[in-house]
């Protein structure tokens, strides 16, 4: 009865296993069999005790009345003096039979003992070996659920490495792919870089070139103007004087420079035609090149773009290995709360077995001590009622003794007959009040232990449904279990599955991609070798015309050369005109300083004369009004011949430094 939690209870690796849990249930199901055996035997042995004692109550009541009969007869009996041995055998048969009954029922009260206590012996023993059974079974189990979680550990230690491999793998993959897509790529920007560099660098060149050419035709140009200037003054030296007047020589001088001039001009817009159309070459060239440079982003774009898909979709790939891996994780916390809740059962079936294994063998105990008790109260009045009859007995030998020896004296006998009938007829009452005491007692015996036996029955029934209830509660959760495990190892197992379909889809791609790769660094070669090959061309015209332009400058830096040497010569020249020019502009100005002071002192006096003048007015004619009008008629026209010197001498200023500067613009 105590191993009966071992029969029930699961084994911890049941949690992790079906089959486990399956043979664990039959187990139960074996031990609960076994269990109600076990019980059914007790309940047969009970009923054949209370089919012995229903037969011993149904022999006591035989005796009972088979004892009252003969007390009925005992006073005819005893009242006939001569039978007194008929009464003598029948009370010594009676005693007889009495001894016999008792016999027989220590006899049978011993055999049930030691049923009894054999059939106790053989349940200890059957418990001693179950219980080692169920020991080793419980021993074979842990074993079982130890290896069964180092192989959980093992696999899970194995499937987080598979799972850390893979992301390795995938990472792996996805570095792979970024370089395969980028190395490319960037390989060819930077060349493409490189070369845009280069070509910009030209231009800038180019460009600086062109500036200086124009600032060389700019100082050319202010070259060309001051030679011109130079040789018209020379011409004006040299020329013989043909015309009276000055401005017909400089109009002829103007003209023949004017042609020169114009021939310069046209060899300049010509030249300047010759830089334009250079210009639009190479901005033509450069926006060639531009374009194919954005062909080529457009075709890495492109490419980015399809990088970026693939990309996505690994990470699509990657959220759906961790949705699975939590939902693994989470499948696992489902089996730990699972073999959490296993545990409670098996708890709550220990406590459920050791209360009624509690139960039953306290009920058990309880009967075997009250019988025991019930037994030993019997043994004491059957040895008392053996003693009685044993005095009994020796008394009717004393008084056949003594009846025998003396014969002679009658009236003694009868005496002594009346008086020992009178004390066995006491000696019997007393022995009927003992018979009815203990068939009493018998039959309150067997009724409550009538009673107790329907009691434990009724209880021990009530104790088997709801025993047999709570089982098939605990085997439909048992049930819903494994039908919970089932389906989690099938989901494992359909996530293995995906996981395989996934990681060939990976495979697919990874083919796909090498595939998608080859062609584009097929493709990208061929464009390479295109590009290089139109630069090349490129880079030969560009030489070509580097190299007339560099003709073209040779020639232009040949007749700067020359303008540099007539310009040296001109500059000496005009060195020397510009010292005269100089001498005869500060001649000029001496003239000029001398003819202003001279009007300067003029108006001095002239305004000295006026204040003597107004002085002389003043004393002659003082207090007349019109000697007033007069004077101021003669100040106002003496102010206005000194505002009109003064502008005067203004003009005059004016043109002298208007000549002297229009001549030093002309030199």
């Excluded at 059914?40 to 088979?66: G, P, R």
């Excluded at 070669?525 to 070509?544: A, M, R, S, V």
């Excluded at 007033?628 to 010197?645: A, F, K, W």
């Amino acid at each position: 009865m105590r191993n009966c939690e071992s029969m029930i209870l699961l084994p911890p690796s049941s949690a992790y296993d079906p089959s486990s849990l399956i043979s664990s249930a039959a187990i139960s199901t074996t031990t609960i069999n076994n269990f109600d055996f076990n019980n059914d035997i007790v309940y047969q042995q009970l009923e054949q005790l209370q089919t012995e004692i229903y037969c011993l109550k149904n022999e006591n009541e035989q005796s009972k009345i088979s004892g009252q009969d003969l007390l009925d007869r005992a006073p005819t009996l005893i009242s006939l003096p001569r039978r007194t041995n008929i009464v003598q055998e029948t009370l010594e048969d009676i005693i007889k039979r009495q001894a016999q009954e008792i016999q027989r029922l220590r006899t049978e009260l011993e055999r049930e003992k030691t049923k009894c206590l054999l059939s106790i012996a053989q349940l200890e023993q059957t418990i001693i070996t179950k219980e080692n059974y169920y020991k080793k079974q419980l021993e074979e189990y842990e074993t079982k659920t130890k290896q069964l979680n180092d192989k959980l550990k093992y696999n899970n230690d194995n499937y987080l490495k598979q799972v850390y491999d893979k992301d390795q793998e995938l990472n792996n993959i996805k570095q792979l792919l970024y370089d395969r897509a980028y190395s490319p790529t960037i390989q060819t920007i930077e060349t493409i870089k490189n070369e845009k560099h280069l070509l910009l660098k030209r231009l800038e060149q180019s460009e600086k070139q062109n500036q200086l050419l124009n600032k060389q035709m700019n100082l050319l140009n202010l070259k060309i103007l001051s030679v011109t200037n130079i040789l018209t003054v020379q011409e004006e030296q040299l020329e013989p004087i043909k015309s009276s007047s000055i401005e017909d020589k400089r109009q002829t001088l103007l003209n023949c420079w004017r042609k020169k001039v114009y021939d310069l001009l046209l060899q300049l817009k010509s030249m300047e035609l010759i830089l334009k159309n250079n210009r639009t070459k190479f901005s033509k060239d450069i926006e060639h090149l531009q374009m194919k440079v954005n062909n080529l982003l457009n075709e890495n774009k492109l490419l980015n773009t399809q990088y970026d898909e693939r990309k996505n979709h690994i990470q699509y790939v990657e959220s759906k290995l961790e949705y699975y891996d939590n939902n693994l994780s989470s499948k696992t916390n489902e089996n730990e709360n699972l073999k959490q809740t296993i545990k409670e059962y098996e708890v709550n079936e220990k406590t459920i077995y050791d209360i009624i294994e509690k139960f039953q063998f306290n009920k058990i105990d309880i009967l075997f001590k009250n019988m025991n008790k019930t037994l030993s109260i019997y043994e004491q009045r059957l040895n008392y009622i053996n003693k009685r009859v044993e005095l009994l007995n020796t008394k009717f030998s004393r008084q056949l003794s003594s009846s025998s020896s003396s014969s002679s004296s009658s009236s003694r006998a009868s005496i002594a007959l009346q008086t020992d009938e009178q004390q066995h007829y006491t000696d019997v009452n007393l022995l009927e009040n003992e018979l009815k005491t203990i068939t009493n007692e018998r039959d309150i015996l067997a009724k409550k232990l009538h009673y107790e036996y329907d009691t434990s029955k009724q209880k021990t029934t009530e104790l088997e449904k709801n025993y047999q209830n709570e089982l098939a509660i605990v085997n439909e959760k048992m049930n819903m279990i494994n039908i919970i495990l089932q389906q989690n190892s099938e989901q494992i197992q359909q996530y293995e599955i995906d996981i395989l379909d996934k990681d060939k889809q990976i495979q697919l791609m990874n083919e796909k991609y090498s595939n998608h790769e080859q062609n584009d660094n097929i493709k990208q070669d061929n464009l390479i070798e295109k590009l290089k090959h139109q630069f090349k061309e490129h880079e030969e015209i560009l030489l070509n015309e580097k190299d007339q332009l560099e003709k073209e400058l040779n020639a232009v830096k040949y007749e700067q050369t020359k303008i540099l040497t007539n310009s040296r010569q001109l500059e000496q020249t005009t060195t020397r005109e510009k010292e005269r020019w100089q001498q005869t502009l500060a001649d000029m100005q001496l003239k000029s300083d001398q003819e202003l002071e001279k009007l300067i002192k003029r108006i001095m006096t002239l305004e000295r004369e006026r204040n003597s003048l107004t002085k002389t007015i003043q004393q002659e004619f003082h207090p007349n009004h019109h000697v007033n009008v007069i004077e101021n008629e003669n100040d106002d026209e003496n102010d206005d011949e000194i505002v009109g010197l003064v502008s005067n001498i203004r003009q005059l200023a004016t043109k002298v430094l208007g000549d002297a500067s229009n001549d030093g613009n002309d030199a």
